[in-house]
């Protein structure tokens, strides 16, 4: 009777409450994390620190395709998750990834470098696995349109919802993304709270001793960064309208492909050794010409008074 009573009052208010009773609405948040095939042993290490980083995450194994990334949309629906970050590797050396917003997105492809894990760099920063982070960004994502689609990403992405599954009910890390020189710089550091010690030098070095605080007095704290792991670049490419497709809303004119920097170094180098082998031949037709070479070449002319022509 309970069941049919709610149906009842259901229909006759006609309209579907859009928030809870108490005002306050759930953010659902769940992020599909995977790679392509071909990633090497720093990517996986990042993929893995990242993983660790977000409870609200559901890694994946490898996905085989990398032209058919629309399917990664049914994927995504597959395990329930609402964004999706993608990591594509391309030659072993170049890392992209990919955000989206599933099923209707945008989506950003992003070019990772500089990175650094956690194994590499040592950082004496810790937090408890689970908690949730405070997301700081520079205040360039509100200048530009195309920052402030990716800072909405970054949100949904990296923004742990309150009462997720794995998530524990503390805050002591802030993850921070700057914007400068046309890239996005990643950061995650740890909050790190002391007290503030209290002396007097005048007294030979002797410490005060409070009185026994009365409940409801805080005691000052000092409170400071020290960084995590892991850290690297980002550099946006193009944003696209749908979820791994559409039309493209903003492309990055300025962004140089690695691989046709690298082909620029090889043409560089080959055009330093073509420069080598052509004053090579020159100077071999210049000596010919002058008849100082043995073999090849134009034979210099007899001359009468030469000692092997006067003492033949």
Known sequence: MAAVYKSLSKGANGQKAEAPANGVRKNKQRVL???????????????NDLAAMMPHGRKDAKFDSKSKLYQLNELAELYNC????????RKGKD??????????????????????????????????????PILSFDAAFDQEPYLQVI???????????????KSKPFIDRVMGFTFADGKIWVRNYQ??????????????????????????????LDVSLVEIGARFVLTPIIIQEGSFGGP??????????????RADLRKKKASKHNARAEQFVERLAKRGDLGLRTSGGRAAPV??????????
Not at 101 to 127: A, D, I, S, Y
Not at 303 to 312: E, G, I, R, S
């Open 95 to 132: 890392l992209y990834v990919w955000m989206s917003k599933v099923p209707n997105g945008p989506t950003v492809k992003m070019h990772l470098q500089n990175l650094h894990t956690m194994e590499e760099l040592h950082f004496t920063g810790n937090c408890l696995k689970g908690s949730r």
């Open 248 to 261: 493209i809303l903003y492309e990055n004119k300025q962004f140089v492909s690695p691989n046709q920097v």
């Open 82 to 89: 609402n964004n999706t970050l993608f990591f594509e590797a």
């Open 33 to 47: 994390i995977l790679s392509s095939r071909g990633v090497t042993y720093r990517h996986r290490h990042l993929l």
């Open 191 to 220: 909050i790190k709270e002391t007290e503030a010690s209290k002396s007097n030098a005048g007294q030979d070095e002797e410490m005060e001793v409070d009185p026994k605080p009365a409940k409801g007095r805080s005691k000052e």
């Open 151 to 165: 800072k909405e990403l970054f949100l949904h992405s990296f923004g742990v919802p309150q009462g997720a599954r």
């Open 303 to 312: 001359d009468a008074l030469d000692t092997k022509q006067l003492f033949a």
